[in-house]
C-alpha cells in the first residue's frame, strides 16, 4: 500500500468512526428510556449552528500560529521555542472560548468549582469539611462535580478566596496556566524520552487540536497539575543525584496534589511506570511514590480516605446519569470522542509514527485511555474529562514532516466544532 493509500486508509477509518458512533448513539437513544443529557450524542451539548464574528478569533490566530510556530519551534533555542508555544496553546484556547456560543462559557469553573468553597467554611473549617466530605458526597447533598472528585480543587478556591483571590478572571486564568503547564510538560517529556528534534516537530500539534476547544474547564486544572508531576518524575528518571532528588521530590508531592483533584490521576502513572522500568530508576518509583502516597494519607488525620473517596463516587456515579447511559455503548463512542478531540491528523500521525522512543509515551498514555475506557468511569463527556491525557498523544505529531498542512485541517476541525456545537462548560 502506497503512503498516500494508507494516508487515505486512515482518514477513512477516523471518519468512519466517528460516524459509526453517530448512528449507534441514535439506536441507543431511540431504545433507551431516560435522559442521557447528551443532545449532540455522543458529545455533550447540543448541536446550534451560528455563523457569527466571534469564529474569526480562532480562525485568526490559528492561521497566525500556523504560519508562525512550525519554523520558531524549529529554530529558536529550547526554552524560548518551549515559553512560544505554552503561550501559543494559551491564545489559541483563549480564542476558541471566544467563539463559544454558550453563556456559561467563562463561568464554569465558578458554577462546579469555585462558587462551593463556602462550603469549607460552612462545614466549620478545612478540617470538618474533610472529616464529612465522602459522606456528604454519598448522601448526594454535594452537586455533581463534587460528587466525582476529591476535596482537592475546593480547597484551593478556599485557600485563594482567604488570600483575596477570586473572581471569573482569577479562575479562567487558572485554567490556563493548566493549560499552559500541560502543554510545556509533554513537551519536556517528550524531549527527555524522545529528544529534541522530535519534540520540536511535535510542538505546534499540542497547540493546534480540536481538544482546545473544551479548554474552558477544571479538568485543564487537573491536565496542568498531572502532566507536571509525570514530567518531573520521568525528567529525574534520566539524572542523578540532588538534581534527580528534586525533581522526584516535586514530582511526587505534584503528583499527590494531582490525586487530591482528581481520580483520575493515578492513570497517569502508567507512563512514569513504563519509563523508570525501561530506564531501571527504581528510586525514582520508590521515593515519588512514598510522597505521593503521603500527601494522599495526609488528610487522613481529619478523617478524610482517598480510596473511600473513589468507591463513593463510583457508587453515586452509578446512581446517577451513567446508569441511563449505560456501559458498552460508550466503549466505542468514548474513543471515538476522543480520537475527534485528536483530530485527524494525530490519526495519520500514529500511524506512521515509527520511533521506538516516541511510542514509549504515546503508547503508554493510549494504554492509560484504555483502562480509563475500560473502567466504565467514563460514560460519555471524555472530550472534557480526558483532557489529561491528550497532550501525550498528541505528541505523535512528530511524525508528520510537513506539518502546516496538517495544521490546517485541524484548525478546520476545531473550527467547525466552535461553529456547531454549542456546550455548557
Known amino acids: 500500500m502506497t503512503a498516500k493509500a494508507r494516508t487515505a486508509a486512515v482518514l477513512t477509518g477516523w471518519a468512519l468512526l466517528l460516524a459509526l458512533a453517530w448512528v449507534l448513539g441514535q439506536v441507543k437513544l431511540n431504545v433507551t428510556e431516560g435522559r442521557h443529557q447528551l443532545g449532540a450524542m455522543p458529545l455533550f451539548g447540543s448541536w446550534e449552528p451560528h455563523f457569527d464574528a466571534t469564529l474569526l478569533a480562532p480562525v485568526a490566530v490559528g492561521a497566525l500560529l500556523i504560519a508562525f510556530l512550525p519554523a520558531a519551534a524549529a529554530r529558536w533555542r529550547w526554552r524560548w521555542t518551549a515559553l512560544a508555544t505554552a503561550l501559543a496553546a494559551v491564545a489559541f484556547s483563549l480564542s476558541l472560548t471566544v467563539a463559544h456560543s454558550h453563556p456559561r462559557t467563562w463561568t464554569d469553573l465558578d458554577h462546579h468549582y469555585a462558587s462551593n468553597a463556602h462550603l469549607v467554611d460552612d462545614a466549620g473549617g478545612p478540617g470538618a469539611f474533610l472529616a464529612h466530605y465522602t459522606q456528604l458526597q454519598l448522601d448526594g447533598v454535594y452537586p455533581v462535580h463534587l460528587q466525582s472528585h476529591p476535596p482537592g480543587l475546593v480547597l484551593f478556591f478556599w485557600g485563594a478566596e482567604k488570600l483575596g483571590l477570586s473572581g471569573i478572571l482569577f479562575q479562567n486564568t487558572v485554567i490556563q496556566l493548566g493549560v499552559a503547564a500541560a502543554v510545556l510538560a509533554a513537551l519536556a517529556i517528550g524531549r527527555d524520552v524522545a529528544g529534541e528534534r522530535l519534540a520540536r516537530r511535535a510542538a505546534p500539534f499540542l497547540v493546534i487540536a480540536p481538544a482546545a476547544y473544551w479548554h474552558n474547564t477544571a479538568d485543564l486544572i487537573f491536565a496542568g497539575v498531572t502532566l507536571a508531576a509525570v514530567a518531573c518524575l520521568i525528567l529525574a528518571t534520566n539524572r542523578t543525584g540532588p538534581r534527580a532528588a ?7 508531592l505534584l503528583a499527590g496534589a494531582a490525586l487530591m483533584l482528581s481520580f483520575s ?32 494519607l495526609a488528610p487522613l488525620l ?6 473511600e473517596g473513589l468507591q463513593t463516587t463510583r457508587v453515586r456515579y452509578y446512581a446517577g446519569v451513567a446508569a441511563i447511559r449505560g456501559y458498552w455503548y460508550f466503549l466505542l463512542a468514548n474513543l471515538a470522542v476522543f480520537a475527534l ?11 506512521r509514527l515509527r520511533d521506538r522512543r516516541m511510542w514509549i509515551v504515546v503508547g503508554s498514555c493510549l494504554a492509560a485511555v484504555a483502562v480509563a475506557d475500560l473502567s466504565g468511569m467514563s460514560s460519555a463527556e471524555t472530550e472534557r474529562i480526558w483532557q ?28 467547525v466544532l466552535a461553529a456547531a456545537l454549542r456546550v455548557q462548560w
Open 302 to 307: 481529619w478523617g478524610y480516605w482517598w480510596l
Open 388 to 415: 489529561p491525557f491528550m497532550p501525550l498523544v498528541l505528541l505523535a505529531g512528530c511524525a508528520l514532516p510537513r506539518p502546516r498542512a496538517w495544521l490546517a485541517v485541524q484548525l478546520g476541525v476545531a473550527v
Open 246 to 252: 528534586a525533581l522526584t521530590a516535586a514530582g511526587g
Open 341 to 351: 478531540a485528536l483530530g485527524p491528523a494525530i490519526a495519520v500521525a500514529l500511524s
Open 265 to 296: 490521576a493515578a492513570l497517569l502513572a502508567l507512563p512514569v511506570l513504563v519509563v523508570a522500568v525501561w530506564r531501571r530508576r527504581w528510586g525514582v518509583l520508590l521515593g515519588g511514590g512514598a510522597l505521593a502516597a503521603a500527601v494522599v
